[in-house]
């Protein structure tokens, strides 16, 4: 995990909530309590971020679902678990179903059990942050001006961004490197061998200068991808290193211009 995981328990019982402390006091946890929902909402409104929400269902005042309901609209990222004697309750089911609670935790509960829904919720989390992380980041890589593609372990196109559509056309899609881009064989398979590669290719009458990295996950190759640049000059480079398990491509020729398209092998810097 990135970040020490906070979680804010909520019951109208201090005897619960100091069950609850005891339950978790010797994890890695940054544990915060309230006794009432209208008090846990003042707690995350303070103490963000609060990764997960632990509330007891029936309490006097703003019960479990109703506080749960105000937590995913003010906060969506957070995971959030009810804390109840009575699964069946009509509006217990409902908040599952819609996505605003995602465990139940029954009462009375097993501690073991309590503490792998906590690490699956700090999972989920985390699962969660990587998503948007990675959303955000293509987004950012499909406005770029430069041309883009994936190959998987055969040499199948998979993946062209917007830019590489433009110049060499969808019909490139799921079709073998030495089918259609011959050009680019030599720098391709040399990343694979060597984590790494550039060149310059000469492309329907035009120069580009080539990187490419190839891309792993878990140990496993995953392909690998391939950068075109039209306009860098010979004395120009685009650095691939290694960035917190992705690969980020940092071009002089853009200001210091850097976005992160997967995850590499290693990293290298390319030099003409």
Request: proline fraction near 3%; charged fraction near 25%.
């Amino acid at each position: 995990m990135n970040r020490k995981i906070r979680i804010l328990f909520v019951d109208d019982e201090q005897s619960i909530l100091n069950s609850m402390k005891r339950l978790f006091m010797n994890c890695d946890y940054d544990i915060l309590t309230a006794i009432s929902g209208e008090q846990g909402l003042e707690k995350i409104k303070n103490s963000q971020p609060v990764h997960i929400v632990v509330s007891d269902y029936r309490m006097p005042g703003m019960n479990g679902v109703e506080f749960l309901k105000a937590v995913s609209k003010y906060w969506p990222d957070s995971v959030r678990i009810i804390l109840s004697g009575y699964v069946d309750t009509a509006n217990v089911i409902a908040a599952i179903n819609s996505g605003q609670v995602f465990k139940v935790i029954t009462k009375p509960w097993n501690d073991d059990d309590f503490r792998n829904i906590i690490i699956d919720s700090a999972e989920k989390y985390y699962t969660q942050e990587h998503n948007m992380e990675t959303s955000s980041v293509w987004k950012l890589v499909e406005s770029l001006p430069l041309i883009m593609l994936k190959f998987n372990n055969g040499g199948e196109i998979v993946w062209m961004n917007p830019k590489a559509v433009e110049v060499f056309g969808e019909k490139m899609l799921q079709k073998n490197t030495t089918e259609v881009l011959p050009e680019i064989k030599e720098v391709v398979s040399d990343a694979k061998d060597a984590g790494e590669a550039s060149d310059v290719v000469l492309i329907g009458g035009k120069y580009y200068k080539a990187y490419a990295a190839k891309l792993q996950k878990n140990g496993s190759s995953e392909g690998c991808i391939l950068v075109l640049d039209l306009k860098v000059r010979m004395s120009e480079n685009i650095l691939i290193r290694e960035l917190g398990g992705d690969i980020a491509f940092e071009s002089e020729s853009g200001r210091g211009t850097a976005f992160t398209v997967s995850r590499p092998a290693a990293g290298v810097k390319f030099d003409e």
